[in-house]
């Protein structure tokens, strides 16, 4: 199974300062068709998890643009450029290059 | 507008089976690439990925979990249930489905609500 690890398992933040939360894979999720299917999730309180980002770095739709994917190979990356109050919550990085898909642990974002 | 909702019963015993419903709209999963999965989230836990099936019966397990879980689909009624055996207390957490498609997002991109099961005698 690949294993996803995210750092740091909590992040207060002040408001309008930047966010930055790091995934890192067991093995590389690049698939055979070229494409690396690494996410990010963000669940707020009391709610189901929604899509931000998916394919390392393209936001999905309704997603502000203060949220931005980045990384390659086992290291990836979700920045918040601006944290506003609705981004508390918990994030999660998970991967569908492989069987069985996984989940990271999670990073809760919190206002200090 | 893509949109789920799961059900099912929010208590069963321990050694029961539970079988919950996902149902959808705003999709077919009889459309090349679609998939439906479900996810768990223990209370103040991480999400764990258990089932998915695809719009060609395609079905994928979680290896741990492989052995007590069945899924399977109704396209004519929009429905994709997971039966789960031999329910214990540590199984108790909110149940997600989740759609998906294949090389497109590449991950589940539209969620239900989730629905909690309580697993206790």
């Known amino acids: 199974d690949i294993v996803m690890t995210q750092t740091p398992l909590s992040s207060p933040v002040t408001l309008g300062q930047p966010a930055s939360i790091s995934c890192r894979s067991s093995?590389?999720?690049?698939?055979?068709?070229?494409?690396?299917?690494l996410s990010w999730l963000q669940q707020r309180p009391g709610q189901p998890p929604r899509l931000l980002i998916y394919?390392?770095?393209n936001r999905f739709s309704g997603v502000p643009d203060r949220f931005s994917g980045s990384g390659a190979g086992t290291d990836f990356t979700l920045k918040i450029s601006r944290v506003e109050a609705e981004d508390v919550g918990v994030y999660y990085c998970?991967?569908?290059?492989?069987?069985?898909?996984?989940f990271g642990g999670g990073t809760k974002v919190e206002i200090k | 507008q893509i949109t789920l909702k799961e059900s099912g019963p929010t208590l069963v015993k321990p050694t029961q089976t539970l079988t919950l419903t996902c149902t959808f709209s705003?999709?077919?999963?009889?459309?090349?690439?679609?998939?439906v999965g479900w996810i768990r989230q223990p209370p103040g836990k991480a999400l764990e990925w258990l089932a998915l099936?695809?719009?060609?019966?395609?079905?994928r397990y979680s290896p741990s979990l492989k052995s007590r879980l069945t899924i399977t689909k109704d396209t004519s009624k929009n429905q994709v249930v997971l039966t789960m055996t031999n329910m214990d207390p540590v199984d108790t957490a909110t149940y997600y489905c989740?759609?998906?498609?294949?090389?497109?997002?590449?991950?589940?991109?539209?969620w239900g609500q989730g629905t909690l099961v309580t697993v206790s005698s």
């Open positions: 989740a759609h998906k498609v294949v090389g497109l997002t590449g991950s589940f991109d539209y």
């Open positions: 099936i695809y719009w060609d019966d395609d079905k």
């Open positions: 394919k390392i770095s």
């Open positions: 093995q590389s999720l690049v698939h055979s068709d070229g494409n690396t299917y």
């Open positions: 998970t991967q569908a290059t492989q069987f069985p898909l996984t």
């Open positions: 705003g999709f077919s999963l009889s459309t090349s690439g679609v998939g």
